[in-house]
């Protein structure tokens, strides 16, 4: 298993601004992911984080926007960009292990995002 | 277009009663499904799985069903416990290398003492 840690992990912000969150693994992990949960809706992934290269968005979100890095096999980080209220969610990280399976992912615990 | 959903928002049952957590999906591409559970404030716990090629799988209190014709399956929790309250997500992926999951919207757990 993984142990996934998120920082901040919970954070009210100000329409416009940015707001990168932070994902660091305690053990070298294959994937990395980023999804978004709101309220009352189901976990929607955001992107592949794939080290060393750009990220791989889903539909409907795009590089502008939501900015990703992932310098290694342990770090990620999400940056939300230009923040409107639409975009207060709760964001996650997961990662999946080498050599397992690629859909038993590991979250960490989320990071609450209000923009008011 | 919600590909995997669970239609019960929220669930009770008491304390050494079966849970039963229901969950359809429409793609029929799906052929690995899992089952995550989420307390406050943590991110969800990877709990069960079934592959296509079974209809049942077992672990410990829980049992996840398939009903592959059905396009439904379900998750069983005997004897259900206080800290069994949580949000179970069921997810839903095609096979082979990498593939999306797809996530249910959630239903919400409370065992009652």
């Not at chain 1, 968005?57 to 590089?63: D, M, P, R």
Request: hydrophobic share 35%.
């Amino acid at each position: 298993s993984a142990v996934i840690s998120q920082k901040p992990s919970r954070d009210i912000c100000q329409r416009g601004t940015s707001l990168t969150i932070q994902c660091q693994v305690d053990s070298q992990v294959t994937m990395m992911f980023w999804y978004r949960q709101q309220p009352g809706q189901s976990l929607t992934l955001i992107a592949t984080a794939n080290q060393g290269s750009e990220a791989t968005y889903e539909s409907g979100f795009v590089i502008d926007k939501f900015p990703i890095s992932r310098p290694n096999l342990t770090f990620s980080t999400l940056t939300v960009s230009n923040m409107s209220p639409e975009d207060s969610s709760i964001y996650l990280c997961s990662a999946a292990m080498a050599g397992g399976p690629y859909n038993e992912q590991f979250f960490g615990p989320g990071t609450r995002l209000t923009v008011l | 277009d919600q590909q995997v959903k669970q239609n019960s928002p929220s669930l009770s049952v008491q304390e050494g009663r079966i849970s039963i957590l229901n969950c359809d999906y429409t793609n029929s591409m799906f052929d690995y499904f899992l089952w995550y559970k989420k307390y406050p404030a943590e991110g969800p716990t990877f709990l069960i799985s079934i592959s296509s090629i079974k209809d049942k799988n077992e672990d410990g209190r829980f049992t996840v069903f398939l009903n592959k014709s059905a396009k439904h399956l379900s998750l069983h929790i005997v004897p259900s416990q206080p800290g069994d309250s949580a949000v179970y997500f069921c997810a839903a992926t095609p096979s082979g290398g990498y593939q999306k999951v797809t996530f249910g919207t959630g239903t919400k757990l409370q065992v009652i003492p």
